[in-house]
């Protein structure tokens, strides 16, 4: 007889046992009940149980053997583990650390080509063979968790080997990176390298176009911020207007830290001029197309015109007036009413006579205390046409101007105005292009809130309740100011033996912000700006080698040193044993052939000795 695995299996190639071999057992089955009295009679009650049961038994087990049962068997593997190293390849890694990780990487690698594969990742993943040369890292990207995620997913290594300076310059989630790791058993050995960064110089203004009226300068805010310095170093700063070097001045730059430099640039011409500001280039600096940029300034050739308008003159019509004579940038006409009827104007000789139909020379009208009656229907269109091209209108209010709602003519949606306590603080609002350039205001004695069912912008606010509005109207600005006696702010600094500063600077800055120089059209050639372009990732993109080791820990892994690889992966190399669980089929276990073999015999004994045929 020979071994289990060469007796005939009972069952067909499709899976169904032979109806033949089920009549077989069915006729045995029957034959054993039928000659149970016979053997009786000639062996007793108890063998002829003991003869009927074995018969059973071994019918019973011929039936299991044809039937698709299974058991498991739990066996010892051993097998070789799965070992790939990932290789950086980007430029930023340092080449003399890298060379020393190579060097101790090689010997193992070729000696067990199919244990260990290599590797690189720059801009992308790809294989290498022993057989070809290791290329230099010369990789303008640094992919470092999408290798780690590709390499996981389809090569599955039980360990892998990172050699990288942690620099990753488009990265995946961790979650994902440690999830794809934890899901293939890869446990990660991380050998962190230094990185060579190069030093870079970056420069940014703020702003960077400036419109200005005649005798105005702009002031521009000079940024300058330094990536990878290995110290402090000094850098030259240079304004060009076209080929010639306006000024030159040195700023020390520092790891860590943003200088700052204010420049004030003033042309002597009116029209479109272009600065460009630059900074030195640094030793090993890499990357200079954000060493420079341009500031384009447009001038007017005017200064900032002003015409103001009062019903009579009042001490706020004085006071104000005082404040545009001290404004050396401001050209002006002062105009109002006397008790006969006639208007009375006085200012600067180039604008008088100045009339309310032709508000063509100025930029910027200013009425206080407006109620309908003082303007004519002629003169009501021509503001309404004047701030449609581009003027500034400021409406301010007084107690006559509340009662008559004189500010319908110029600002079309409904406005409630409500009277607050006095005095009323003022506080700037910090989020409005106006109300952030206003500093912070004495208390004020007559002061409105102001609700406007238009959508506006509010600059003041006193109590939590707007108090000055704007709005912009075509080209221009209109604005209300629900404050009347600004004046008192003069006479409380001359109590003080103080200049008016908080009353000039007040309005100064409210007028500048109407007005909007008119300036020619920008020439291409002059305002043309060169489009900034991000420098590679590879050379800005910081390395995080504690993201190694976080991998590592997580994995259940190791941090070693370059000089470790060898001996680190020849001990990786050891075979593992791995208990592996497999179901076998019944009938490939010897256990119920000896058992009906057993069986059979020992009937056959017993009949035998009875001398039973």
């Not at 087990?61 to 068997?73: D, G, H, I, M, Q």
């Not at 020390?252 to 430099?261: A, F, K, N, S, Y």
């Amino acid at each position: 007889m020979g071994s289990p695995r060469e007796l005939p299996n009972f069952v067909n190639e499709d899976g169904c046992e032979p109806m033949g071999f089920w009549l077989l057992l069915i006729l045995l089955a029957v034959t054993t009940f039928w000659r149970f009295p016979t053997l009786r009679r000639h062996c007793g009650i108890a063998e002829a149980l003991m003869l009927s049961t074995l018969r059973w038994l071994a019918l019973i087990t011929f039936a299991l053997l044809t039937l698709p049962l299974s058991f498991p068997v739990t066996r010892s593997v051993r097998t070789s583990p799965r070992i790939a190293v990932l290789l950086d390849a980007s430029e930023s890694v340092n080449r003399k650390a890298w060379q020393q990780a190579v060097q101790a990487l090689l010997p193992i690698w070729h000696a067990h080509p199919k244990a260990v594969s290599l590797w690189l990742f720059g801009s992308d993943l790809r294989n290498l063979a022993p057989s070809h040369p290791l290329p230099q890292p010369v990789a303008a990207q640094s992919r470092l968790s999408d290798a780690v995620f590709r390499l996981t997913e389809t090569v599955r290594p039980d360990w892998l080997i990172l050699i990288a300076d942690g620099q990753d310059t488009d990265p995946l989630p961790d979650e994902r990176v440690l999830a794809a790791l934890r899901r293939n058993g890869t446990k990660v050995v991380a050998v962190p390298l230094p990185a060579n960064m190069p030093p870079n110089l970056s420069v940014s203004v703020f702003p960077s176009q400036v419109t200005l009226f005649a005798g105005e300068e702009a002031t521009v805010t000079v940024t300058v911020k330094g990536q990878n310095l290995s110290g402090a170093t000094d850098v030259p700063l240079r304004v060009w207007l076209g080929r010639r070097l306006i000024s030159q001045i040195r700023l020390r730059v520092t790891p860590h830290r943003v200088v700052t430099q204010t420049i004030r640039l003033r042309p002597n011409a009116s029209g479109w001029h272009r600065y460009r500001i630059e900074v030195g280039t640094l030793s090993g600096e890499r990357w200079t197309d954000d060493n420079a940029v341009t500031v384009a300034v447009g001038q007017s050739p005017t200064k900032l015109r002003v015409l103001l308008f009062a019903n009579q003159p009042t001490f706020e019509f004085k006071f104000v007036k005082q404040s545009f004579e001290r404004e050396p940038n401001f050209e002006w006409v002062a105009m109002t009413t006397l008790p006969d009827g006639t208007r009375y104007q006085q200012g600067n000789p180039s604008l008088t006579p100045a009339s309310l139909t032709r508000l063509q020379p100025f930029h910027v009208l200013v009425v206080l205390a407006l109620t309908p009656a003082d303007f004519g229907a002629a003169e009501v269109q021509a503001i309404q046409t004047f701030v449609q091209n581009g003027g500034g209108l400021l409406l301010t209010l007084s107690p006559v101007t509340v009662a008559s709602q004189g500010w319908r003519l110029f600002w079309a949606a409904p406005l409630h105005a409500t009277p607050l306590p006095s005095p009323a603080p003022l506080v700037p609002v910090p989020d409005d292009l106006l109300g952030k350039q206003l500093s912070a205001l004495p208390s004020a004695p007559a002061v409105w809130a102001l609700t406007s069912q238009a959508p506006t912008s509010v600059a003041l606010r006193s109590r939590g309740e707007p108090v000055l509005l704007w709005r912009s109207v075509g080209l221009g600005k209109v604005a209300i100011l629900g404050i009347d006696g600004t004046w008192h702010w003069v006479m409380d600094a001359a109590r003080k033996g103080e200049p008016p500063i908080a009353h000039q600077t007040f309005w100064r800055k409210l007028i500048r912000f109407l007005a909007e120089p008119k300036l020619p059209s920008q020439s291409a050639t002059e305002t043309e700006l060169r489009p900034y372009r991000r420098p590679p990732a590879e050379w800005t993109t910081p390395p995080n080698p504690d993201r190694l080791a976080r991998w590592a820990k997580q994995t259940q892994g190791t941090v070693i040193k370059p000089e470790q690889l060898g001996a680190q992966i020849a001990s990786m190399m050891a075979a593992k044993e791995t208990l592996v669980t497999e179901r076998r089929p019944l009938s490939h276990s010897p256990l119920p052939y000896l058992l009906l073999i057993a069986m059979l015999t020992v009937e056959w004994w017993l009949i035998r000795r009875k001398g039973l045929p």
